[in-house]
């Protein structure tokens, strides 16, 4: 009979590099470890990536503030966008 494996509670939500590349796309591991490090769940990425993209501020008229992990999380990703490309000349 196979043994099966009980996680602790919350543990199955974790965050994943694969949840982290299948929702915001292609994001460098350092960014994805500082994303995974926030302790942060699936649903609390998703919410950070959608502020994150725009959809925030629908978000946030309907009451709903980023906050705890979330709220990291949203920093990780915008300060990702706000890094000038360093190809880029500067102008």
Do not use: N, Q, W
Not at 32 to 48: F, H, K, N
Request: proline share 7%; aromatic share 4%; charged share 35%.
């Amino acid at each position: 009979m196979a043994e099966s494996r009980m996680m602790p509670e919350g543990e199955g939500d974790r965050i994943t590099i694969e949840d982290i590349r299948a929702i915001a796309g292609d994001i460098d591991d350092i960014d994805a470890a500082a994303i995974i490090a926030t302790g942060g769940t699936r649903a609390e990425l998703e919410e950070a990536y959608f502020y994150a993209r725009g959809d925030g501020d629908l978000m946030d008229r309907e009451g709903r503030p980023l906050v705890g992990a979330a709220a990291d999380i949203y920093e990780i990703l915008v300060e990702k966008e706000e890094e000038p490309d360093p190809t880029r000349p500067a102008p």
